[in-house]
């Protein structure tokens, strides 16, 4: 009896599939979700079926046919839940032929399902349509015409410096021009938060779990909370709960810096949705197009320290702020943080490659940790005083005399961009004049493969001509800009009197230690320290500006005295 039940519950049961995809916003209010709704559960009544099941995909493309309206209407036709399938088209059903064609032929009629396609007129309770097939091979057709010219229109987006990707966390779009980015101050100043805590030593693993104690949204739940969609399944979690990832993205995002960073991604083509890094030379980068979040200066600063590994602690969990800044002159291992097993207070480094520790460095460029303190902060303080009291030497010093010519190489090199890339906007319309001309007949196929394949060939040697040039001017002016970025830097600490693990990672890139050696019967200790973006630079030696004079007691009475590694002006 709870058979013959089920089986009267089937035979009056219709499922009507609605699905909307972005591409078919253009076809007009026809094509609606609503529309399709109305029209399919009429046609559904009218056939006799009094149990009307709604599946619907909306903004999901029929060229997949994972989509998950689609997979629960496949699931329950399996178990047997309904006697037919209603939908506007076949296109509604999806883009794909082969799957299509595989549905049709294959799953209905096994599972003994009426399929109506109201739209083109298929019913295949009045048995076989011949047109069906071409119908599906023509809605395919479609959909790699549409992918091909919308392929054609990011690129020309792209290139024009519309940004072709959702804001990051900590922007979102202007509500009077969503190509424009405005920052989102609530999230803006978590960001800035992230970098701050990352300058001051602070690692991905331990920023996650301070925000998390704080109770701070996480990017997924913020959006949420705010009524943003963004793509994405997402795992489930609670709301605070921070990941290392999340942190790592965001330092790595250039976006922060005001700029506009195009085709970080592509897929391979329009029937693969799936997203693939692309290498970064083949990026499109606009400068300062938004408002930064945060400085260029402090950007660079945290890519140029987390390129590094930074070994903070010693084995009894110790950090210290000079761990992975210090490596060796002779043979470029980095030092190791230790402490003195008779004395803890006395805190060194030395080689991690010395041979007395199995390595084949010959010294092993001990040097004091309360040494390099007074060393680094006295060092400092002289270049603060060259910045402020000798600034045109100063500005030589950090810029070269070769930056002049080096602005005019740039200005001269970007001209020339400008012009490949029109000409390059120029082949895609070109392109798509003889694609549309192909199709209308007014240009023969043989024609149209001789012109195509001259015009490919001439862009893809525009594009590499491109990347090289793209790949000079950023070398150039990331001389010019962070050299502007490490003076303000500078300035910055003209009063500083205590050295922090954030002044460090700001100003400093690495510190060469040299081996201890006896001149003149006067043991000194030579550093050469390189700033972050200039390198090492020369502080003239005059009595305005003398050298740090410390002198520490390593070991057994043996006095090491400081001497700055000599640099050519």
Not at 180 to 188: G, M
């Amino acid at each position: 009896m709870r058979q013959s039940n089920n089986k009267k519950t089937r035979d009056v049961t219709a499922f009507i599939y609605p699905r909307l995809s972005r591409d078919d916003n253009l076809e007009g209010e026809s094509y609606s979700i609503g529309n399709q709704k109305k029209l399919l559960t009429k046609a559904a009544k009218d056939m006799g079926y009094t149990n009307i099941v709604t599946f619907v995909d909306d903004g999901v493309s029929g060229v997949t046919m994972d989509r998950p309206g689609f997979n629960e209407m496949m699931r329950q036709l399996e178990e047997g839940r309904a006697a037919a399938l209603f939908v506007k088209d076949l296109s509604r059903l999806g883009r794909n032929y082969i799957e299509v064609g595989r549905l049709m032929e294959e799953f209905f009629p096994e599972h003994d399902i009426r399929l109506v396609a109201v739209s083109d007129n298929i019913d295949t309770a009045e048995g076989e349509n011949e047109l069906a097939p071409i119908r599906n091979l023509f809605n395919e057709w479609y959909a790699r015409d549409i992918s091909k010219k919308r392929r054609i229109s990011n690129k020309i987006k792209g290139n024009a410096g519309e940004p072709m990707g959702q804001p990051p966390y900590g922007y979102m779009k202007d509500p009077d021009n969503p190509k424009r980015w405005i920052i989102d101050e609530e999230a803006a100043l978590v960001v800035q938060r992230i970098y701050s805590m990352t300058l001051e030593g602070l690692g991905t693993e331990q920023i996650a779990a301070q925000l998390e104690r704080e109770e701070i949204l996480t990017p997924r739940a913020y959006w949420l909370k705010k009524g943003i969609k963004r793509p994405g399944k997402g795992k489930q979690q609670p709301p605070t709960k921070w990941n290392s990832s999340t942190i790592t993205k965001i330092l790595s995002l250039q976006e922060y810096c005001g700029d506009i960073l195009n085709f970080k991604t592509y897929s391979k083509s329009y029937k693969n949705k799936k997203r693939i890094d692309n290498d970064r030379e083949n990026w499109v980068i606009f400068k300062d197009v938004h408002d930064p979040i945060i400085d260029r200066c402090v950007w660079e600063q945290v890519q140029q320290k987390r390129g590094k590994v930074r070994k903070r602690r010693t084995n009894d969990g110790e950090r210290n702020m000079f761990s992975g800044l210090l490596v060796c002159a002779d043979c470029g291992s980095n030092l190791h943080f230790h402490f003195n097993q008779g004395n803890p207070e006395i805190k060194y480094f030395n080689c991690s490659n010395y041979k007395g520790n199995r390595g084949s460095c010959t010294s092993t460029h001990y040097v004091r940790v309360d040494f390099l303190e007074e060393v680094v902060l006295g060092e400092i303080k002289r270049l603060t005083k060259f910045a402020n009291r000798y600034e045109d030497d100063f500005l030589k010093a950090v810029m070269g005399s070769t930056q002049q010519s080096t602005a005019l190489n740039r200005k001269l090199m970007q001209k020339e961009l400008a012009t490949m890339q029109a000409r390059d906007e120029e082949l895609d319309g070109l392109f798509e004049r003889i694609y549309e001309d192909n199709l209308s007949g007014k240009l023969s196929d043989d024609r149209f493969a001789k012109m195509s394949r001259r015009y490919e060939t001439e862009q893809k040697d525009l594009a590499e001509k491109i990347k090289v040039l793209r790949a000079e001017i950023d070398k150039l002016s990331s001389k010019a800009v962070t050299s502007d970025m490490f003076i303000a830097t500078v300035r910055k600490y003209t009063r500083a009197k205590k050295l922090t693990p954030r002044m460090l990672n700001e100003l400093i890139e690495k510190i060469e230690v040299h081996q201890a050696e006896k001149i003149d019967g006067i043991w000194v200790q030579k550093l050469t320290i390189h700033y972050n973006c200039v390198g090492a630079i020369f502080v003239p030696d005059i009595e305005t500006l003398p050298v740090p004079a410390v002198t520490v007691n390593t070991r057994k009475g043996v006095f090491v005295n400081y001497a700055p590694c000599q640099i050519t002006a």
